[in-house]
């Protein structure tokens, strides 16, 4: 529908199944950050020039879309590097904070970026680390989840949107429990933020991860949302320029949130950048995207369930913009090898979510992942492809 806006789609004659791992850019998220380069580039915070000016108050605008984008306040937005950088910097806090006899609640879908660094985290402090578990559909186990959750609990981590199981998870429901026994809750929304409309006032979650290069903006830039009491608990991560209040030999005090977890040169380009793709997404409207793409995974759903021995990674099929599938026992990589010869780039592999390929018997899967930008005629292209292949490889006359 929107390919035209992309020019690498435009120019290649790619069909691109691979959102999930990384979008691709609209041209004007890169004229935007070009344009910046050339006519505001100074470094944030610091000078008294025009430019320095300029480039601050584009930063700190871009602070404010963000904000506006999850119906946060600008003090509750923290830069960070992508989503996995936002959840580490929480991590490491509570690695400082909890105690033996502590525990964290995590759910066994979560990407690698949502388990190691709490599970780290654990074996740091002394705390408990916990997994609660998903039902054969790919849903949360609630039963599970609330057999696990006790007043010891003191953080819940969950995915919004696991990157394999493509469901949408229950987060206000997981916040009002995790909030009765007065644990936080950190929701990684690096898959949902680009599918479905957040609203953190709304989930009432505490922290509220994501990077910038799955929402059709820039690498290198990612956000972590924390209510403000949540930011202002949590001990800064980095130390350096710019997160300092005063420096003296015997004692550093430092900058208010957000600024105290933004040490060094910040990828305040990228933000600028980011916060054009959040523009981008706002003028074609969020409720539009997720039309569009339930209609298309629902397609797509539909076109697999016509290949014989076709499983999915979670039985529910009520799955949003991605699909994770194995066909009988052909090897995932060599169908993706044979898809990549026609162009058609997938993901294969276990997404960094070794557990819950595990948890059903898989070890790795083939996953398809839609943006705004695909049609039908990507997933008949797909399909196309995919027959050509299972038929070569099942070695039909
Ligand atoms: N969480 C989920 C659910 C993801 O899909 C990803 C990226 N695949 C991450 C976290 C980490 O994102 P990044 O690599 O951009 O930090």
Redesign the pocket.
């Known amino acids: 529908m929107f390919r035209q806006d992309f020019p690498l789609l435009s120019n290649e004659s790619v069909v691109y199944l691979d959102t ?3 979008a691709q850019k609209p041209e004007i998220v890169l004229r935007e950050m070009d344009t910046f380069y050339r006519t505001s580039y100074a470094n944030v915070h610091r000078g008294q020039c025009a430019l320095a000016s300029r480039s601050t108050a584009a930063y700190e605008s871009a602070r404010e879309t963000v904000a506006r984008f999850i119906q946060a306040s600008p003090d509750e937005i923290v830069f960070t ?7 580490n910097l929480v991590a490491a806090g509570y690695a400082q904070t909890l105690r033996p006899g502590d525990e964290v609640l995590v759910c066994v879908a ?5 388990f190691v660094p709490w599970q780290q985290a654990c074996l740091r402090s002394g705390a408990l680390f916990n997994v609660f578990n998903v039902l054969p559909t790919g849903e949360i186990d609630m039963n599970d989840f609330r057999e696990k959750l006790s007043d010891r609990t003191k953080i819940v981590a969950v ?5 394999v199981l493509g469901l949408l998870n229950p987060v206000r429901e997981l916040t009002e429990l995790a909030h009765r026994v007065g644990a936080k809750i950190l929701v ?4 949902s933020i680009a599918h479905t409309s957040v609203d953190v006032r709304d989930l009432d979650c505490d922290f509220f ?6 929402l059709y903006g820039p ?1 290198g830039v ?1 956000i972590l949302y924390g209510k403000k009491s949540c930011l202002e608990s949590l001990p800064p991560y980095q130390f350096g320029g710019d997160m300092i209040r005063h420096v003296a030999v015997d004692k550093t005090t430092f900058a208010d949130v957000p600024v105290r977890f933004e040490a060094g040169t910040t990828p305040f380009v990228e933000a600028v950048g980011l916060a054009k793709a959040v523009e981008y997404v706002e003028a074609i409207g969020m409720r539009q995207i997720e039309v569009h793409e339930k209609e298309l995974t629902h397609y797509l759903i539909d076109r697999l369930r016509t290949v014989p021995d076709v499983t999915f990674v979670g039985d529910s099929l009520n799955k949003r913009g991605l699909v994770s599938f194995n066909v009988g026992d052909i090897h995932p990589s060599d169908i993706a090898f044979a898809l990549a010869q026609d162009h058609i780039c997938v993901r294969v592999g276990h ?3 070794m557990l819950i390929h595990h948890r059903f018997g898989r070890d790795i899967s083939l996953r398809v992942s839609l943006g705004l930008y695909n049609d039908r005629n990507d997933i008949d292209a797909f399909m196309r492809s995919l027959k050509k292949s299972l038929s070569l490889l099942r070695g039909d006359k």
């Open positions: 999930a791992a990384s590097k992508g989503a996995t950088e936002s959840i979560e990407h690698h970026a949502n995915a919004h949107m696991s990157n990684d929304g690096a898959q991860a994501f990077s910038g290069h799955k690498t990612g997404h960094c979510a």
